[in-house]
Nanobody, 127 residues
Framework: QVQVVESGGGLAQAGGSLRLSCAAS????????MGWFRQAPGKEREFVAA????????YYADSVKGRFTISRDNAKNTVFLQMNSLKPEDTAVYYC????????????????????WGQGTQVTVSS
């Protein structure tokens, strides 16, 4: 089993940056594909970014492509989401999630593919 805990959320101005971290427990962390999702008030949870357990493959939602970067440090059981050029529409609760995978190159983009979820961290972008 894997437990994930997000941190790094907060308030930023439009055009600013924030870096989210996701610390995961468990010795098999490197066999989990990881993803970031977000949920704004009154909206469905949506995919943001994903990374394979090797770190070699990444995938982004069109809305964040070129602005956000997902990365991972398997030695530290941590996944990061670097968010640059933030926009007010990026305001949401951001969730980290883990999905067990067999292949080191697999990425997942739907909520149903993820098994373990964090509690979320709030990101608020002011205009």
């Amino acid at each position: 089993q894997v437990q994930v805990v997000e941190s790094g959320g907060g308030l930023a101005q439009a055009g600013g940056s924030l870096r989210l971290s996701c610390a995961a427990s468990g010795r098999t962390f490197r066999s989990y594909a990881m993803g970031w999702f977000r949920q704004a008030p009154g909206k469905e949870r949506e995919f943001v970014a994903a990374i394979s357990w090797s770190g070699g493959n990444t995938y982004y939602a069109d809305s964040v492509k070129g602005r956000f970067t997902i990365s991972r440090d398997n030695a530290k059981n941590t996944v990061f989401l670097q968010m640059n050029s933030l926009k007010p529409e990026d305001t949401a609760v951001y969730y980290c999630a883990a999905a067990p995978t067999l292949l080191p190159t697999t990425v997942h983009v739907t909520t149903t593919q993820y098994v373990y979820w964090g509690q979320g961290t709030q990101v608020t972008v002011s205009s």
